[in-house]
């Protein structure tokens, strides 16, 4: 069965720190990755995605992910952590035709230290 | 262009009640999904609808139903409400044809089941 871990349930980074979220997935086929975050009391917003192709995904707000096919991994990464990056990240993977039917992981949660 | 959006905001039932959650897709958006996101976990596929038809199921049982109406906007159904329903019920959509299906979600409803 397909699923996403990620393995840390609370992150604290100091501000202007760098950052990596972990995600592994177990999944047969060609993953289709997706990492989103979470404001409280707001919907999910996509960060960035993996569908094929360069594995160093690029995303917005300066987030990028590298994509290890033999670790299985989807890592999250940012160089400078900025106060409003304090959120919930969620790792996914897509399944079934084209990917459209996400499995998230529990997430994480981030919090900055000014 | 006009996002999902999704109502009511927040809902309070008591066990054994029904509920109805809607959602309005982003336009042009044919495909939309339901999950559900329990306090301190990440988000559970419940069911997909494309052009009004049920296009598959996660683990969740025959009193989660859902419809999804010409216009592209949807409704989830919950019967016979049990504690353990209370969660934040999130609604998504995309297109499905194509690789470039990512999913824009809503806000969100919160439930809570007493």
């Known amino acids: 069965a397909q699923s996403v871990t990620q393995p840390d349930i609370h992150i604290t980074v100091s501000e202007g720190a760098s950052l990596e979220l972990r995600c592994n997935y177990s999944?047969?086929?060609?993953?289709?990755l997706f990492w989103y975050v979470q404001s409280p009391g707001q919907g999910l917003q996509l960060l960035l995605k993996?569908?094929?192709?360069?594995?160093l995904v690029q995303g917005i707000k300066g987030f990028e992910a590298e994509f290890k096919r033999s670790q299985s991994s989807f890592n999250l990464r940012k160089p400078s952590v900025h106060w409003s990056d304090a959120a919930e990240y969620f790792c996914?993977?897509?399944?079934?035709?084209?990917?459209?039917?996400?499995?998230f992981g529990a997430g994480t949660i981030l919090r900055v230290k000014s | 262009e006009t996002g999902v959006t999704q109502s009511p905001t927040h809902l309070i039932k008591t066990r054994g009640q029904q509920v109805t959650l809607r959602c309005s897709s982003q336009s042009g958006h044919n495909t939309v999904s339901w999950y559900q996101q329990a306090l301190g976990q990440g988000p559970q596929f419940i069911f997909q609808y494309y052009r009004e038809e049920e296009n598959g199921r996660g683990n969740f049982p025959p009193r989660f139903s859902g419809l999804q109406f010409p216009n592209y906007s949807s409704e989830l159904n919950v019967n016979a409400l049990e504690l353990d329903d209370s969660a934040l019920y999130l609604c998504?959509?995309?297109?499905?044809?194509?690789?470039?299906?990512?999913?824009?979600f809503g806000p969100g409803t919160r439930l809570t089941v007493l």
């Open positions: 996914a993977v897509g399944v079934g035709e084209y990917g459209n039917k996400l499995v």
């Open positions: 993996y569908f094929s192709g360069d594995t």
């Open positions: 999944y047969g086929a060609t993953p289709y």
């Open positions: 998504a959509s995309s297109l499905i044809a194509g690789i470039n299906n990512e999913q824009f």
